[in-house]
């Protein structure tokens, strides 16, 4: 599977560096509330399996950044801005 593809990076344990994903959630902290879904204005995420959102669509990603800022457990990041 590409990277990005169908998937979120899920980090369990303290911080890492970002990985090949665009995006990254850090499992621990997420409580699978579902606003970084909801927010999505590309519908690039959905929630997945224990409630915890991946990206469905990595080319759908705009790397808009709004799940990070809207996610109030600070748990998911974007590590990749697309350009133009
Ligand atoms: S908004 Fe944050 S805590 Fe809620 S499901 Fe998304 S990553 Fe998890
Ligand atoms: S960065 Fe924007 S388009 Fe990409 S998953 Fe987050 S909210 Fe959706």
New binding site residues.
């Given amino acids: 599977m590409p990277a990005g593809k169908g998937k979120v990076s899920e980090v369990g344990e303290a911080l890492r560096l970002p990985t090949a994903d ?2 990254v959630v850090f499992a621990k902290w997420c409580k699978g509330c579902g606003i ?1 879904v909801e ?7 959905a929630m997945g399996k224990e409630d915890r959102p991946y ?1 469905l669509d990595a080319d ?9 800022i809207r996610c109030p457990d600070f748990a ?1 990041n ?1 590590t990749h801005r697309k350009r133009g």
């Fill in positions: 665009p995006v970084c927010f999505c204005p590309t519908k690039a995420l990206l759908r990603c705009s790397s808009c950044g709004m799940c990070e998911i974007v």
